[in-house]
């Protein structure tokens, strides 16, 4: 069983930053990590990704909505960082750590039914 506790989130105003951490107790039974949000109404979806170990480890995955605004970045072996800048009241959701196993050089994007286990969740809000 992998537990992935979280940290950071909060309250910004548009055009702010926040920075999300994310540690998982083990690697064991993972080989990704990630961000997904769910916005009130909106299906989760996944944000960002990366390879955390493997042929494939430091390979990302971020949705287009993300792109050239938030960074993920692997920080020790099973720490994971997402920076966001340029925030925007669109990104106002929860955000969930997550990990799984997804093969390796996998183009399809991931979703939901990828992850095998979740953080807790931690709210970002954006005022504009």
């Known amino acids: 069983q992998v537990q992935l506790v979280e940290s950071g989130g909060g309250s910004v105003q548009a055009g702010g930053s926040l920075r999300l951490s994310c540690v998982a107790s083990t690697d064991t039974g993972i080989n990704y990590m990630g961000w997904f949000r769910q916005a009130p109404g909106k299906e989760r979806e996944a944000i960002t990704t990366i390879y955390i170990s493997g042929s494939t480890r430091g390979s990302t995955y971020y949705a287009d909505s993300v792109k050239g605004r938030f960074t993920i970045a692997q920080g020790g072996k099973t720490t994971i960082y997402l920076q966001m800048i340029d925030l925007n009241a669109e990104d106002t959701a929860t955000y969930y750590c997550?990990?799984?196993?997804?093969?390796?050089?996998?183009?399809?994007?991931?979703?939901?039914?990828?992850?095998?286990?979740w953080g807790q969740g931690t709210q970002v809000t954006v005022s504009s």
């Open positions: 997550a990990a799984g196993i997804r093969r390796p050089r996998e183009t399809r994007p991931p979703g939901p039914a990828d992850a095998a286990y």
